[in-house]
């Protein structure tokens, strides 16, 4: 069982946060907390880059911390996801749903 790395970078108008390893339910308390931290009061930029596996309890985090964003007038975007991390959001069917950026610079205030 891989590890979730997070490393947190703070921009102008959002927290980003640069996932490395797997995203499941084995792993995802820290990044749960840090998302449910910083949807209230900014934008949060997931660079999905180097995530090499991501179960449904992961989207499911994802998912719930977008409509935690919008409550309080902030976006979850989704960065640069990898192959498999695009896989498991989109086997969602709610693909159309997430805001898939490619650079910090797309992220835009709500």
Request: no cysteine.
């Amino acid at each position: 069982m891989n590890q979730l790395a997070i490393n947190e970078k703070v921009g102008p108008n959002y927290m980003l946060l640069e996932l490395t390893g797997d995203i499941t339910a084995y792993t995802l308390s820290d990044l749960q907390e840090k998302l449910y931290q910083y949807i209230v009061d900014t934008n949060v930029v997931l660079d999905m880059t180097q995530v090499y596996s991501m179960d449904a309890s992961g989207v499911g985090i994802i998912l719930a911390t977008m409509n935690d964003g919008e409550e309080n007038g902030n976006r979850v975007f989704i960065m640069n996801p990898s192959e498999s991390a695009h896989e498991s959001l989109t086997r969602t069917g709610f693909w159309s749903s997430f805001h898939v950026i490619h650079a910090v610079t797309e992220v835009s205030d709500t």
